[in-house]
């Protein structure tokens, strides 16, 4: 009887989403209720995702842990951990295939933040990339220029430079995420975009902006705030 009653639970749960066609009306431990169908098979999973809440705080919190890391704070299976610790990943490779790449104009920094968000958002550690556009704004390519730890990332300028040139480059936008959360640039981050503005200024390429990415929503614009001269005119 108690697998018949999780059994119709879970139809309705599945049939309340695909009526609405989204998540908008569901509270958090409900979304993770029914992610957990997948992964738990014959169990009521409301208990557990209400568990996971309380030790994590939010879906956010917990979808940024890292895998092995779920399955030793919230005793579940490798299987829930990694099925729960994919999703931003999973998000942002959703959003980056959306775009296409080869018509992309970034002209502007709602253009250039969604792209970088495309990148960024998910990863755990601070992570520097650089857009190389060509003389019509367009983007060539996405160049991951280093990965670092939760507070910092190595900026190589020889890495910069050379790949400017090596896809011919007019304009660049460089930008990294901030897993912290904090938004505001560090002097190192206003000392590194100054050395990176200088270098490629020796090759005729100009900086256009220079994002940090917190999250899902927040970020920060050089360009916007009228830093180290950078503007996309």
């Given at each position: ?116 968000k495309s990148l960024l958002v998910g990863k755990q550690f601070e992570s520097f ?21 939760t507070s910092s990332t190595p900026v190589y300028m020889e890495k910069i430079v ?34 990176i503005v200088n270098a490629l200024s020796h090759v005729n390429i100009k900086v ?26």
């Amino acid at each position: 009887m108690s697998q018949n009653l999780h059994a119709n639970h879970r139809k309705r749960v599945r049939a309340r989403f695909i009526k609405d066609g989204n998540l908008d009306n569901f509270e958090e431990h409900q979304i993770l209720e029914l992610l957990l169908f997948y992964s738990v098979p014959r169990r009521d999973t409301n208990e557990l995702a209400h568990k996971l809440l309380i030790e994590y705080g939010s879906l956010y919190n917990l979808m940024n842990a890292r895998p092995e890391e779920i399955e030793k704070r919230c005793k579940v299976s490798q299987t829930t951990a990694v099925l729960i610790s994919m999703i931003p990943h999973l998000c942002r490779r959703f959003l980056g295939s959306a775009l296409d790449n080869n018509n992309l104009e970034i002209n502007s920094f709602n253009i250039a933040y969604e792209h970088l968000k495309s990148l960024l958002v998910g990863k755990q550690f601070e992570s520097f990339y650089m857009l190389c556009l060509n003389l019509n704004k367009k983007l060539i390519k996405s160049v991951k220029i280093s990965d670092g730890v939760t507070s910092s990332t190595p900026v190589y300028m020889e890495k910069i430079v050379a790949d400017a040139l090596l896809f011919n480059s007019s304009f660049i936008i460089i930008g990294h995420n901030h897993p912290n959360g904090n938004n505001r640039p560090s002097n190192a981050d206003v000392e590194v975009t100054m050395k990176i503005v200088n270098a490629l200024s020796h090759v005729n390429i100009k900086v256009l902006d220079h994002i940090i990415i917190c999250g899902t929503e927040d970020s920060f614009s050089f360009a916007k705030k009228g830093l180290c001269n950078l503007s996309y005119n």
